[in-house]
């Protein structure tokens, strides 16, 4: 990430060059130094990349480099939004009244790039000792690639699971038996339970015999109420109305909830968990073992030649393949990104080699082999996509991912080149982005939209652990609780996980440097004006499902920002403060039902998106009595060993018990 961070910083810098030379005045010689010594400490940062394994003063190094750049990010954001901005929107006269405070701030901007511009010499003295030398970047054949490749393209076979698939079927879910019958699916991470769990939710002969069927994630930090309302909300049938049911929720208590999930009779509960003390619950226990060495080359080969329709594998890289496939355990989670790893190495040898040395170095410093290829698939992207993959962490864990959101929150952190030669435009080319994260079997695809693009995505519960884990390293990631844990002095990404039952204590002195910031969880408690207006750099705000009622007019003070999320709530009105949003993009208020859009949006220049959908409660008549009703839960139960203390399984047998 401390290539991205530079990209961004030598662009913001170029751009300033360019477009405001003459409001320079003074310190333009300094932005331009600045921006060429950070070009030039780029061509360094690949190979301290790949020596910082072995070298903790290397790592030290690129992390002050990191720091650097989001300093020079810092300094070059706020003096757009806090000087010229506010000039250009001044007129003339007021421009001119205006010069004293801009003179001021041009010699803030020159005392902080001179701070700057002794650490980088500093750094560029210390790169000589450490030996960390120049890499040219090869040309890129990215758009050739992804023209040639598309995500729904692939093969799309899973390989040694029929036999499960039928298992399961036969002595878990179609079984003919009166009341409640549970089945579960039992394995290490990565053996592929969640892909057999979902081969039977949506196989054919369970659509048949299944009226309504939900899905749902029960995450180590799960909460009861939210569980049951999402579950009642995957089963109300075509005759309820959703809206007035979510209202009812809204005044119910968890007991009342119980009794109202139980109302739409479960028969059949399947769960998967790396957790064994499950299984004492179900009646059936399925577990998953590993490929043997047959089924495990058929995938690998299916994953690595997936542009070869025969699937077949150069006699040349037969043996280091072997290899390579040797160090996955037949874990199909470990073939299938190892596979998307080497789909993208241009078969070659020497490529191949550099992928099996790789993973040979991450065992050799004791990490299982799913990690060692997880974290070897990360530290083999290209900069823009490790940026990309690491706001994965945003997201809450098993979630449904909207594309149109992913590609609009990329756009608003700036990951996403703006170039006026370029055809496409940044939606396009950031959704050439998550094509190509698809390919390499790091995002799953969810659905496919009717014009065949992606239209919702998944992450492993896996790879996510590696976004956390890489975010918290390299982007100042943090994630706060009901207790107000913070990681970091500096944070830059934020996400906060509130609770109805618990006051959420706020801090405001560890917000101006923040860019990113997704509330998760329930409704926070009122926040002061101060808090709101700590965010001087925010540019992604997210509220989406949060039951936020009112949207405080301290919304205003957010000059920066570039996404506001509020998709899925109840608000009803919008603050007229929201009109000072001059950078906002992208405002998403779809699913709040009753709320209007105020006419001043139309004149917010920058906004490109407007996502707005009012939810139309429909009655239908009764068609099926409930007597012959009949579901199907699939749930996701969390690994971890809390399990067990959480009763989460137990909750679950009280809610469906017959």
Request: charged content about 30%.
């Amino acid at each position: 990430m401390a290539e991205a961070a530079f990209s961004f910083a030598v662009q913001k810098l170029g751009q300033l060059t360019i477009q405001k030379v003459g409001f320079l005045q003074g310190v333009e010689a300094q932005v331009k130094w600045l921006k060429d010594e950070l070009e030039t400490m780029q061509c360094f940062l690949k190979d301290a990349a790949e020596k910082q394994a072995d070298n903790q003063s290397i790592r030290k190094w690129i992390s002050d480099i990191r720091d650097l750049a989001q300093d020079a990010d810092d300094v070059i954001e706020t003096f757009i939004l806090k000087i010229d901005a506010p000039r250009r929107s001044r007129g003339l006269i007021g421009r001119f009244v205006y010069l004293p405070r801009h003179v001021y701030h041009l010699d803030r901007v020159g005392e902080e790039i001179e701070r700057i511009r002794s650490k980088l010499e500093a750094l560029a003295k210390s790169r000589e000792r450490y030996g960390i030398e120049e890499i040219t970047e090869e040309k890129s054949e990215d758009a050739e690639y992804r023209r040639r490749l598309s995500p729904w393209q692939k093969d799309k076979q899973v390989v040694g699971m029929e036999e499960d698939v039928e298992s399961l079927l036969r002595r878990g879910i179609l079984e003919e038996r009166e009341g409640l019958s549970i089945a579960s699916i039992v394995g290490m991470g990565g053996i592929g339970k969640s892909t057999l769990a979902r081969l039977v939710y949506n196989h054919a002969a369970v659509a048949g015999r299944f009226e309504r069927r939900a899905w749902v994630c029960v995450s180590s930090e799960f909460k009861e109420i939210e569980i049951i309302k999402e579950l009642v909300m995957q089963l109300v049938g075509p005759t309820e109305d959703k809206v007035k049911v979510v209202d009812t929720m809204e005044k119910l208590e968890v007991p009342s909830l119980r009794e109202m999930l139980y109302k739409h009779q479960a028969s059949r509960l399947l769960l998967t968990s790396r957790n064994r003390d499950i299984t004492k619950y179900a009646r059936y226990v399925h577990e998953m073992k590993i490929l043997d060495p047959n089924r495990s080359w058929q995938l690998f080969l299916n994953k690595a030649f997936m542009e070869d329709i025969n699937g077949k594998c150069l006699q040349e890289l037969e043996n280091i393949g072997r290899k390579i496939l040797k160090k996955c355990n037949g874990l199909p989670l470990a073939i299938t990104v190892v596979g998307g790893l080497l789909a993208k190495q241009r078969q070659s040898e020497s490529e191949w080699e550099k992928v099996l040395k790789g993973m040979n170095s991450h065992l050799g410093r004791g990490k299982n082999s799913v990690s060692s290829i997880l974290e070897l698939s990360y530290h083999n992207l290209p900069p823009k996509l490790k940026s990309c993959f690491l706001c994965l962490a945003f997201f809450k864990e098993d979630a449904t991912i909207r594309a149109e959101k992913l590609v609009h929150v990329w756009i608003a952190q700036g990951l996403v080149p703006q170039e006026e030669e370029e055809e496409e435009t940044m939606e396009e080319i950031a959704r050439s982005y998550l094509d190509e994260m698809i390919n390499r079997n790091m995002v799953q695809v969810k659905e496919m939209s009717i014009d065949d693009r992606v239209k919702s995505c998944y992450v492993h519960d896996l790879l996510r652990e590696v976004s956390i884990a890489k975010a918290k390293e390299e982007i100042s990631f943090e994630i706060l609780r009901d207790d107000n844990s913070q990681s970091f002095d500096k944070p830059r990404h934020r996400v906060v996980n509130c609770s109805a039952e618990r006051r959420f204590v706020y801090s405001t002195n560890s917000n101006k440097r923040l860019r990113s910031l997704f509330f998760h969880g329930s409704n926070i408690a009122y926040c002061s004006s101060s808090y709101w207006k700590s965010f001087e750099l925010l540019r992604v705000l997210d509220f989406e499902d949060f039951g936020l009622n009112k949207l405080p007019g301290e919304i205003g003070s957010l000059v920066g920002l570039r996404y506001l999320g509020l998709r899925n709530n109840r608000i009803r009105k919008l603050p007229s403060s929201l009109g000072l949003l001059k950078n906002l993009e992208v405002l998403d208020v779809a699913k709040n039902c009753f709320v209007k859009v105020p006419s001043f949006i139309w004149h917010m220049e920058n906004l490109r998106h407007i996502n707005k959908r009012r939810e139309v409660a429909q009655k239908w008549r009764a068609v099926v009595p409930p007597a012959k009703r009949k579901v199907l839960l699939t749930s996701d139960a969390c690994s971890v060993d809390s399990l067990s203390k959480h009763s989460t399984f137990s909750i679950l047998q009280e809610i469906f018990a017959s």
